[in-house]
Structure formats: C-alpha cells, structure tokens
T-cell receptor, first 115, second 113 residues
Framework: RKEVEQDPGPFNVPEGATVAFNCTYSNSASQSFFWYRQDCRKEPKLLMSVYSSGNEDGRFTAQLNRASQYISLLIRDSKLSDSATYLCVVKWGTAFSGGYNKLIFGAGTRLAVHP | GAGVSQTPSNKVTEKGKYVELRCDPISGHTALYWYRQSLGQGPEFLIYFQGTGAADDSGLPNDRFFAVRPEGSVSTLKIQRTERGDSAVYLC???????????FGPGTRLLVL
C-alpha cells in the first residue's frame, strides 16, 4: 500500500465548477500536511498547508481528519488557470534525524478546467 | 531573490554512462534534498543534506547513486552505469532549516537511451 494515496483523476470540469480532491495517508505518525500544485513540466510549488481546523485561502479550502487519516482540497469557482496536477503531501520525522521531516508525495491528481 | 537552480535542464545519455546533476540551493539554506519524479508519479525522496553531511540517504535506490555537498552549498547527484529505468526528472529542493518549507528547483530531465 502506498503511503499517500489520491484520487486517480483526471478531473475535467467547466469554468465555475466546484471540484474536490481526496487523499488518504497510512502513517499515523505523520506530522504536517500540505497540498502542492505542479504545472506541466514545472516543479511542485506549495499551495497550502492543511490543518484539522481547516484552512481557507480564497477559493481553496483544505481539511484534515486525523482520525480517518484523510485530507481534502476543495476548489470553488474553478478558473482555467487552476488546470494543473495537485499533489497531496505528508511530512513526518524520525527519532534519530535531528528533527528533520521527510516529505512523502502522493501520485497527484490532474485537473483540467475547460471554458 | 534567486530560487533553487539546477543544471543541466535536460540530459540525454546512453545506458552504462556516468552522469552528474548539479543543484544550487537558495543562498543561506542549510537543508538540501534530492527527489526523483517518474512519469505520472509524485516526487520520491532520495537524500537529505544538513550542511555538508548526508543526514538521510535512505531513498537512494542502489549503490550506483551517490550525492555530495562538500561546502554545504552546491550539491551534485552522481549516477554511475546508468540504466534506462533511471530516466526521470531529478528535483532538488532547499529549506532554511529542516522544519521549514522546501522550495523546489526546475529539475533535470534525464533520459537514458
């Protein structure tokens, strides 16, 4: 089983639609959670952090459920510019690593927003 | 300011050859990471440097892969006896400290023929 699993996608939606991505993680020791965005042939960039209390940034809302080990991302009023791959990421440290935290990425979900 | 830079941006080599991939982190960042991203997959951790030392190399797939960071800044990922399965995008990231946000470079696309 992969450590981070995401919806396979692709999601093809019209402009203005609301779209939701889901992600589950297997390591209960995971400490921090993120969504990264990756455009075609570009590097991943941090979109937002995810907290149990929920985190909203404009049209984007992220939510964490630690009990279910489940992370979600909601995009409202989709724009053409939202077309990208969205990567679910968890971070966990090791006891002997001096506080270092390793990023574990999901395979990503591709979103295509069309006019 | 300048972000993470990687050279070359593309590298085509033949099976069995040796390659070196270079990463220039953001100035002052002490933590440096290498990842490998295969087509249709997310980045996969390879190695982490804190300063000059490799604090975690558990992601290196085998002994053909090696990385150095001799002065605590620029890092080089070295791959010996390349195989077709090594073809991927090799991403470098750096952060101000191990707990802070990692910023990624544009990657090196390696193609082994």
């Amino acid at each position: 089983r992969k450590e981070v699993e995401q919806d396979p996608g692709p999601f093809n939606v019209p402009e203005g639609a609301t779209v939701a991505f889901n992600c589950t993680y297997s390591n209960s020791a995971s400490q921090s959670f993120f969504w990264y965005r990756q455009d075609c042939r570009k590097e991943p960039k941090l979109l937002m952090s995810v907290y149990s209390s929920g985190n909203e940034d404009g049209r984007f809302t992220a939510q964490l459920n630690r009990a279910s080990q489940y992370i979600s991302l909601l995009i409202r009023d989709s724009k053409l510019s939202d077309s990208a791959t969205y990567l679910c990421v968890v971070k966990w440290g090791t006891a002997f690593s001096g506080g270092y935290n390793k990023l574990i990425f999901g395979a990503g979900t591709r979103l295509a927003v069309h006019p | 300011g300048a972000g993470v830079s990687q050279t070359p941006s593309n590298k085509v080599t033949e099976k069995g050859k040796y390659v070196e991939l270079r990463c220039d982190p953001i100035s002052g960042h002490t933590a440096l990471y290498w990842y490998r991203q295969s087509l249709g997959q997310g980045p996969e951790f390879l190695i982490y440097f804190q300063g000059t030392g490799a604090a975690d190399d558990s992601g290196l797939p085998n002994d053909r892969f090696f990385a150095v960071r001799p002065e605590g800044s620029v890092s080089t990922l070295k791959i010996q006896r390349t195989e077709r399965g090594d073809s991927a995008v090799y991403l470098c990231a750096s952060s101000d400290s191990p707990q802070e946000t990692q910023y990624f470079g544009p990657g090196t696309r390696l193609l082994v023929l």
